[in-house]
């Protein structure tokens, strides 16, 4: 589906139409990933089920505090933190080699959400602010420079074309172009 040459981009998988969501669906983004795919290569990657979450799963949250937000099931309490953000470490390390040029997140997820933020809750269930993702908060540290978006940013066509021109604009700057 994706270009066989042009800059990398990262995809959450579940926007590529992968059944990788915790009620087991996907979420495709038809024309976002279309557009993208005729000048990119995509790579996909979901945190959760990466780090050995299974689908179906517990539908999870940002718990902790917005400045150490972790990753903890709904109704279980259970912490998921340590196990996500040792994949995501390593996943990283590898975006940086590969190199990527650009991300284009799922909202409103505990890992993906990187456009706006989303609520953290105490374990008594109070909203103590907001954070990103784990995953997405972690990408925009290590990649201060590389573009990020998500699909309800990318549904307006200009945004879609402003991020791919992004991509291409710091590929070129990376001698990739
Ligand atoms: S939002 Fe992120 S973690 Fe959730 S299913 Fe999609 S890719 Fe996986």
Known sequence: MSAASGPLVAVSRCLLGERVRYDGRHKLAFEIISRLARTCRLVGICPEVEAGL???REPAH????PLRPRFVDNASGRDHTFRVMGWVE????RLEREPVFGYVFK???PSCAAVTKVPVFTAAGCPVGRSFGL???AFRERFPAVPVADERL???PVELERFLDAVLRLARNKGEG
């Open 62 to 65: 940002v718990g902790g505090t």
């Open 107 to 109: 909202s409103g997820s």
């Open 135 to 137: 995953m997405a908060r």
């Open 90 to 93: 390593q996943r990283l390390q």
């Open 54 to 56: 299974p689908v179906p």
């Open 154 to 156: 990318l549904a307006d």
